[in-house]
């Protein structure tokens, strides 16, 4: 079996005489070029698995390279060897499509792992969605789903840019999906098989961040009892991801700082620091930009995790997913259910959903649809089980409640029609009469209405659901809310 074969692309013929001998100790063929023009030569002439460019040539600049490489189509990761303290070139190369960089002076042990994480990269993954309705994803299927062209481009940019080791930025509003595009990220990436972490910067304590993000020695503070591992530790050759990393405080974001630029970190209470292989992914519901002006994010921790940003786009203008999403969402709840069959959505209840504005996102969906579950009848959600603010409501709908215009709020319980006999004469109103307050009203007709059917079944609420057309578990909620007990 023939083995990968690496080229690389420096001046300095100490730096790629070292560079030679441990890529062969690895096992690898490797081509040395000490200029654009030769570099040119050998990509026409042979398939490489890895480039690694110095940034400054005698002809030109390993930027120029980057570019060339990655628009050619090929598929070769490219790395690129900057020198020590330019951030800012690296950052620039990331942008261009490299796949990552050194700093120099060149750390072998980094040098190793980038390498085995570039042999890992494979061609494109299939970007299809799953198939309506699996509960389960594997292999290259993503977790973001729509069929929206808004959505398909989202697909081919995660696509592209899992092939990468570039810091990721996620933004978009609460709900949206970030964890599940920065899943997707690693899903198909080259770190696939290795950890991925996900972390709450809003939910960690101040004073336990250094140790929480890098571990920590026995002894290092009153209750550490043992050595710890941090989530740095945990996510070593996969992904980190950093959710609601604008809730970090300044003194944390200096650290981090230096961990993302040396890639090593130091446990508290340790004196050495030891490598780290971690890609990073960074979330955030905010505006970075707008944090960094206020002086409340750092800048150069902004540049460095701000690489390359991904803008999820809110439900709201994606609205044509709403029925794939709702099938895939019924059918996961379904399958945790005592349903034998996922539920469905009358017409009616799915063209509500497509005019709401969902201001939670996926994640209020999700809800909305969970709620609806304990609500549906057989199955079958209504428009009254959704409890939504309705606009702009169809003809056929219009003339049921004429006097309240376009919009009206649709109660979260359905209403069960009264008839003569049934409502005590205390809850008889003429027809100049109006309640003081509808939902008191209303919630009134309905005790009355439960606490009779309980009484003609002697409190049996399994034959009393069935008096009233309702499912048991129908029943048991709304006896919650309206707070009857069987001593009533």
Same mark, same amino acid.
């Given at each position: 079996?023939?083995?990968? *074969? ?7 013929? =100490? ?5 030679? %001998?441990?890529? %062969? ?22 398939? @490489? ?34 020198? @020590? ?193 971690? *890609? ?75 005019? @709401? ?5 996926? *994640?209020?969906?999700?809800? %909305? ?77 309905? *005790?009355? %209405? ?7 079944? =002697? ?17 048991? @909620? ?11």
């Amino acid at each position: 079996m023939t083995s990968p *074969r690496i080229l690389v692309v420096d001046d300095e013929a =100490h730096l790629r005489e070292l560079l030679e %001998i441990t890529l %062969i100790k690895m096992g690898l063929d490797v081509d040395s070029a000490d200029s654009l023009a030769s570099a040119r030569t050998y990509l026409a002439q042979n398939a @490489y698995a890895l480039v690694l460019t110095d940034m400054r040539l005698p002809d030109g600049l390993g930027i120029e390279l980057v570019r060339e490489v990655t628009a050619s189509g090929k598929n070769i990761p490219i790395a690129v060897i900057t020198a @020590y303290g330019s951030a800012d070139n690296a950052v620039v190369a990331l942008k261009a499509g490299a796949f990552d960089y050194l700093s120099k002076p060149v750390a072998l042990d980094q040098l190793r792992l980038m390498v085995q994480s570039a042999l890992r990269v494979g061609k494109p993954a299939d970007t299809s969605a799953p198939q309506s309705g699996s509960a389960v994803r594997s292999g290259n299927a993503l977790r973001l789903l729509g069929q929206s062209a808004t959505m398909q481009e989202l697909r081919a940019q995660i696509v592209r840019l899992a092939r990468s080791m570039a810091p990721v930025a996620i933004t978009g509003e609460s709900g949206s999906g970030k964890e599940l595009a920065a899943r997707d990220i690693h899903a198909l990436s080259p770190r696939a098989d290795k950890p991925f972490v996900a972390v709450n910067c809003g939910a960690i304590p101040e004073a336990l961040m250094e140790a929480e993000f890098f571990g920590y020695r026995k002894g290092a503070f009153t209750g550490a009892a043992e050595d710890r591992e941090g989530f740095f530790q945990a996510a070593n050759g996969g992904t980190l991801m950093l959710d609601e990393v604008a809730d970090l405080p300044l003194p944390m974001q200096v650290k981090l700082l230096r961990a993302i630029q040396e890639r090593r970190v130091r446990k508290v209470g340790a004196t050495m620091e030891e490598v780290v292989d971690v *890609r990073l992914v960074s979330a955030t519901h905010q505006n970075l930009a707008e944090c960094v002006e206020s002086g409340r994010f750092r800048q150069d921790l902004y540049y460095r995790l701000n690489v390359i940003e991904l803008k999820l786009p809110p439900l709201r203008e994606r609205l044509d997913d709403i029925g794939q999403l709702v099938e895939t969402i019924l059918g996961r709840l379904s399958s945790f259910g005592s349903h034998a069959a996922p539920a469905v959505l009358t017409q009616a209840a799915l063209a509500a959903l497509r005019t @709401y504005s969902f201001p939670g996102n996926v *994640r209020e969906l999700e809800n %909305i649809l969970e709620r609806a579950l304990a609500f549906a009848n057989d199955g079958v959600i209504e428009v009254a089980d959704l409890g939504l603010k309705v606009t702009g409501l169809s003809p056929v709908e219009k003339p049921i409640l004429p006097e309240l215009g376009d919009e009206i709020q649709v109660s979260t319980v359905p209403i069960v029609a009264a008839t003569p006999g049934v409502v005590g004469a205390e809850m008889a109103l003429s027809a100049s009469e109006l309640p003081s307050s509808l939902p008191t009203h209303l919630d009134d007709i309905e *005790r009355n %209405i439960i606490r009779q059917a309980l009484a003609r079944t =002697h409190f049996n609420r399994t034959k009393a659901a069935d008096l009233l057309g309702i499912s048991f578990r129908q029943l048991r @909620y709304r006896m919650q809310r309206l707070s009857i007990h069987e001593q009533d």
